[in-house]
């Protein structure tokens, strides 16, 4: 067994800082032997680093030729992750990559290909997937526990104000300068957790999440972004379980996430910052603790399948792929995403927050009632697009 786990860190500024947060908590700053960024400076961090005679490289290439790493760790922009997730492994190096797992599914399949050529492993950032309250109720629905999964849903109500939508030159954008997938929303950053969520509990195996089969999709936004800040869908899977999920930025006041599972015997419910709890038809119940709680956690995982010398991770590639289907899906599907009416449409100047009159009350009406705004007849909504997702979309059994 490895004493130790040589890190590389892509991406110091922004959630790379939580990461160093963690490391630094664990008392593994240490084992940082170098950081990527081409504007390491932006960090909170920048000068303990300097302190400590951890070097910054502008690229993983240069850091590959003077170094090595156990462990790379990609929290940079959603389009770089497959390139930079590629290169860690051809170096020697497993990955912790940051979700989404990468812009586009060709990326994915040429990120899946190099981990079976390397037999490095290749382990996503949805932190629910690697908390133990989630293993565990992955492992009762696998078993049996709860009989067959019915229906599911979740809510995400999180206020996002114009410096969120300004804080890079990728926020927001479809496509990077080249034409390379980015697709960022809120359905594939802030909120992605809670759609994969759904998907990965109702999986067949631990590593894999369930398959789609069909969406519909409604799309919306308030602010001035390529994408959307507001998502309604309706996702069926290949079990016939139907899950929907409900997200927004356009909001003015937090809410979520919440998340409900409903089966034969048993609805499993969670609101933000309580317990993931199971209630039976009988009454009893069983509680699984919070996964909110659990953000680090990934970390904590992969280090130790790098000290035990082992490949077997929790959330692997095969796990993002339903969740990266359904995004490319929509995006393929849907080009113009159409803006609220503007009589609706509020600004606060004070938190420089756009959002929508009464979207809040319109969300939760929909989340009670397992239904889209528009299968509610709320005034603003349009109909959706209805999406078929091709049997061939996933490249493993």
């Known amino acids: 067994m490895k004493q130790t786990c040589d890190i590389v860190l892509v991406g110091i500024a922004g959630y790379g800082e939580i990461y160093l947060q963690a490391l630094e908590e664990r008392g593994y700053l240490a084992w940082v032997k170098g950081v990527v960024d081409i504007q390491p400076e932006r960090s909170t961090y920048f000068s303990k680093l300097e302190a400590l005679g951890i070097p910054c490289y502008l690229s993983l290439d240069e850091f590959y030729k003077q170094a090595s790493a156990d462990l790379a760790i990609i929290s940079s922009p959603i389009h770089l992750h497959a390139r930079q997730s590629i290169t860690a492994m051809e170096n020697g190096s497993n990955v912790l990559c940051e979700k989404p797992i990468a812009g586009s599914l060709e990326e994915a399949n040429q990120m899946r ?15 629910w997937s690697f908390s133990t309250p989630v293993q ?26 114009k410096q969120y939508f300004q804080r890079s030159n990728w926020a927001g954008k ?8 980015i697709y960022d929303s809120i359905a594939n950053n802030a909120a992605s957790h809670f759609l994969h969520h759904l998907l990965y509990v109702l999986g ?13 999709v409604e799309l919306y936004k308030a602010n001035p972004i390529e994408t959307f800040d507001t998502c309604a869908l309706r996702a069926n899977t290949e079990q016939s379980v139907e899950l929907v999920y409900l997200v927004s930025h356009a909001v003015d006041s937090t809410i979520g996430p919440n998340v409900t599972l409903e089966c034969e015997h048993a609805t499993i419910t969670y609101e933000a910052g309580g317990n993931m709890q199971a209630v039976f038809k009988d009454g009893a119940t069983k509680s699984y603790g919070d996964p909110e709680a659990a953000h680090s956690q990934k970390l904590d995982v992969c280090i130790q399948a790098v000290l035990n010398e082992e490949t077997s991770i ?17 995006h393929r599907s849907i080009s113009k995403v159409p803006h609220f009416p503007a009589s609706i449409i509020k600004q606060d100047a004070h938190t420089q927050q756009t959002y929508v009159h009464q979207l809040e009350e319109n969300f939760l009406s929909c989340y009670d009632a397992y239904k889209l705004p528009s299968e509610m007849n709320i005034l603003w909504s349009q109909q959706p697009t209805t999406i078929q997702i091709p049997e061939n979309s996933y490249p493993y059994e």
């Open 204 to 216: 067949d195996t631990t590593e894999q999440s369930a398959k789609i089969e069909s969406l519909k």
């Open 314 to 330: 929790p959330c692997s590639i095969e796990a993002a792929y339903s969740h990266l289907i359904s995004i490319e899906y929509i």
């Open 174 to 181: 479809r496509l990077g300068p080249n034409g390379e997938a």
């Open 113 to 127: 290909e190099t981990r079976d050529k390397t037999g490095r492993f290749l382990a996503v950032g949805f932190n």
């Open 136 to 161: 565990q109720l992955k492992k009762d629905i696998q078993e049996g526990r709860f009989g067959k999964p019915l229906r599911g849903k979740s809510l995400v109500l999180w206020p996002r104000n």
